[in-house]
């Protein structure tokens, strides 16, 4: 590691784990009004449910929509969000859902007299139904509710018009009737991808649609640089003293080149939270801002947790000679992941990537029961020379594509491309796009490897695991397939992640997600290289926010003191 064991001691002492909520006491002077400011460096391509792919579409979304359910931000559990209350069956594969009452739209020009509907039974079935419709721009079907929902799958390869799991008891009754019993179904819907929408909305928006039920509204102002969200006045939530929610008055993302612009704007006082430092500038950060860490209040948090999140490029398994397992192994067992993590990444990481694609963050999956890839020079040589290529004699030049707003992500390549010509004498060539294009080309396979990472969707090993199931990815290579963009197909795989999903025993699922995982290792799918464990800076008068270690955002909550 490059920092000192003076400035280890001091980062460490500064970590903060979110800031406690302050319950209402009948004032809301100290809480209401503001704008929360934050800084993330990935473009937006879309704000459409279905069609949400990074973790800044996600964030985005869940402010402008509502699910039938939400997480707490704190504990990532289940709570209410546009059902109130629901209930099991005895065997576990009916859910009874009771929305709440009175809830409605945001008010929209779509609608008759501007005025945003009431969420009735009616508009779930809609959302479903318009979930499992075979489109192009659907991403999300295969994630959650292909082989879940009763008849969805169905409905999906147009075999059926309607969706026999979904059952309308009335206005505020309905049920869901799954095929397996599942821990992680209602976790699912949760998901911003599961948001709500209305049917009159969608019709008239398609795409562009930024109208929901959430406790923001999407405010016309909003450019590629900077998404404005203002308070919506007729939110449905209510805080346990009776005040309507949200707090805040508004809510900006600003959209910057890089991560160093990021901080930069942080420094100068114009965003309150930037979720990740530059490797290279954390001693100096904590040095140059020592006072603001330990004044007391303090002005500033800095936050280091390890997350729900691992960094990995993917290999393209239908393009060779990625398609032969034995050059994908050798690939692996040719990188140093240990030097990576210390000499680039400067110790900005929880962890090198020895074993899997999951990071050690959920109780109960050991990830180091799973074999990974180490550093094995004579092993990887060996490797290459079994797929036909000695010496690398023959191999073509690979190409890697990163996205471009991070510097890290153009010093790890760098690193790379050398590790791989020292050691395999292979020649790489490596190309830096903004997230947006390099990811429309990563989904339809137009490169050989890909630089990538991973944000749980929900708590489970299952959210890492989803990204490589195979029934889903279609025949013309050139198609767009989402989310398995390595294009894997393994048939074990598919059986083992499919058990552990429908299994209603989490030890039992967990074993199931475990061999599942060791397959994919034991493919070399993917390249795993750190278990992210990013540092957060937060203004400390932004109170009521939750900072996990899913990046999971509730703001509604969330306000501003003096």
């Known amino acids: 590691m490059n920092f000192n064991i003076s400035i280890l001691a001091l980062v460490s002492s500064l970590i903060f784990f979110g800031c406690k909520d302050i319950e209402g006491n009948g004032k809301q002077s100290g809480k209401n009004g503001g704008t929360f400011v934050m800084a993330e460096n990935n473009q937006i391509a879309t704000l459409y449910p279905l069609s949400i792919t990074s973790q800044v579409e996600g964030l985005v979304t869940s402010q402008i929509h509502e699910c039938l359910v939400r997480l707490d931000a704190k504990t990532l559990e289940l709570t209410p969000g546009l059902a109130e209350k629901w209930e099991y069956s005895g065997d576990g594969k009916i859910i009874t859902f009771h929305i709440v009452k009175a809830a409605h739209f945001q008010d929209d020009k779509c609608y008759k007299d501007g005025k945003g509907p009431e969420i009735t039974s009616k508009d779930i079935k809609f959302t479903l139904e318009n979930m499992s419709a075979k489109t192009e721009n659907n991403y999300q079907f295969n994630t959650i509710l292909k082989g879940r929902l009763a008849g969805a799958t169905e409905f999906f390869d147009k075999k059926t018009n309607t969706i026999s799991g979904i059952k309308i008891i009335d206005e505020y009754t309905f049920s869901l009737e799954l095929v397996n019993p599942s821990l992680s179904f209602l976790k699912l819907l949760a998901n911003p991808a599961a948001a709500i929408i209305n049917e009159t909305a969608n019709k008239a928006y398609g795409q562009d649609l930024k109208t929901g039920a959430g406790p923001f509204m999407y405010d016309q102002s909003s450019s590629k640089e900077k998404v404005v969200l203002v308070k919506n006045p007729h939110y449905f939530l209510k805080d346990s003293a009776g005040y309507s929610l949200p707090y805040l008055d508004s809510v900006v993302v600003l959209i910057t080149p890089s991560i160093e612009d990021g901080l930069s704007l942080f420094e100068n006082q114009k965003v309150d939270l930037i979720n990740t430092l530059p490797s290279l500038r954390v001693k100096d950060v904590v040095e140059k801002n020592i006072k603001e860490f330990i004044s007391h209040p303090p002005k500033s948090l800095l936050q280091r947790e390890p997350e729900m999140y691992s960094q990995f490029y993917v290999f393209n398994t239908k393009q060779k000679p990625f398609d032969n397992a034995k050059v994908r192994q050798a690939i692996n067992y040719a990188i140093d992941r240990e030097k990576l993590v210390d000499n680039v990444l400067q110790g900005q990481a929880i962890g090198a990537a020895f074993y899997g694609i999951t990071p050690n963050t959920f109780t109960g999956y050991d990830i ?184 999971y955002y509730d703001l509604t909550k969330t306000y501003k003191v003096k």
């Open 368 to 551: 180091k029961k799973i074999k990974g890839y180490n550093l094995d020079i004579e092993k990887a040589k060996k490797l290459l020379n079994e797929a036909g290529f000695p010496n690398a004699k023959g191999f073509p030049e690979v190409r890697i594509i990163v996205n471009s707003g991070n510097s890290r992500n153009s010093s790890v390549a760098v690193e790379l491309q050398k590790q791989l010509k020292e050691n395999l004498n292979i020649n790489v060539n490596f190309e830096s796009l903004p997230n947006v294009q390099k990811y429309n080309l990563q989904m339809h396979g137009k490169s050989d490897i890909y630089r990538d990472a991973w944000v749980a969707d929900f708590p489970s090993p299952e959210s890492f695991l989803s990204l490589f199931v195979g029934d889903g990815v279609p025949a013309d290579i050139e198609a767009s397939s989402f989310p398995n963009t390595s294009r894997y197909q393994n048939s074990m795989y598919d059986e083992y992640f499919k058990k552990g999903r429908d299994s209603n025993n989490k030890d039992t699922s967990y074993a199931y997600f475990m061999k599942a995982e060791q397959v994919l290792m034991d493919d070399a799918v993917v390249i795993p290289l750190w278990y992210e464990g990013s540092y957060r800076l937060l203004t400390n008068n932004v109170k009521g926010l939750n900072l996990n270690a899913m990046r």
